[in-house]
């Protein structure tokens, strides 16, 4: 005797697709894994800026490219606003902004090439999450990592404008890293009101 059908199942073999049986709320088939059942990450993008939690997000790419044999490309943006802003402060530290941009990424770069980790580097001047996204879809990028501040919202931790729109409109899993604890507990008690 045939199972009784469901609504929206046309029988056995009938399902969507027409490759097995699918019954009202069975989930759809997942798709063929991959060897050993994980997604590949091939290639990770990594955006960073001077940030602590950037530099916590840099380890930890690193540490999964090595794990995973993966590329690793490492991202500066220079919003458009702050080159104005860069030469007033290069008058007053001497040192421009997209020089001190060049020596992060040297720095990161050389933290990959001691992991063993394929690394390449790329400054560029634009609207960070636009930039962030576009070089995720052209490389193409299998995963985005990038370090979520640590400044608090009202009752929760605050994400970014850029860090949310980069997770709102990524093709790809993006990966936030939060700061050192460290850190973050300081810079709670900096933005705490107290009565």
Known sequence: ???????????????????????????????????????????????????????????????IAAATGAELQVLHVLVNSEITAALRAAACTGIPRPT???????????????????????????EPARCVL???RSWPADLVVLGRT????????????HSQRILEFAEIPVLTVPPPAASTAAESSRHRVTP
């Open 1 to 63: 005797m045939d199972p009784p059908t469901t609504p929206g199942d046309h029988g056995p073999g009938t399902g969507t697709g027409g490759t097995g049986t699918r019954r009202g709320t069975d989930p759809p088939p997942s798709p063929a894994p991959n060897q050993g059942g994980d997604t590949i990450i091939r290639r990770i993008l990594l955006a960073v800026d001077d940030s602590e939690a950037a530099l916590a997000a840099a380890h930890t790419a690193i540490e």
């Open 100 to 126: 001190a941009a060049e020596s992060l990424l040297t720095h990161v770069a050389r933290l990959a090439s001691d992991a063993g980790v394929p690394v390449r580097t790329e400054h560029v001047t634009g």
């Open 150 to 161: 640590s400044h608090l919202g009202p009752g929760e931790p605050y994400i970014g404008h």
């Open 134 to 136: 576009d070089h995720a």
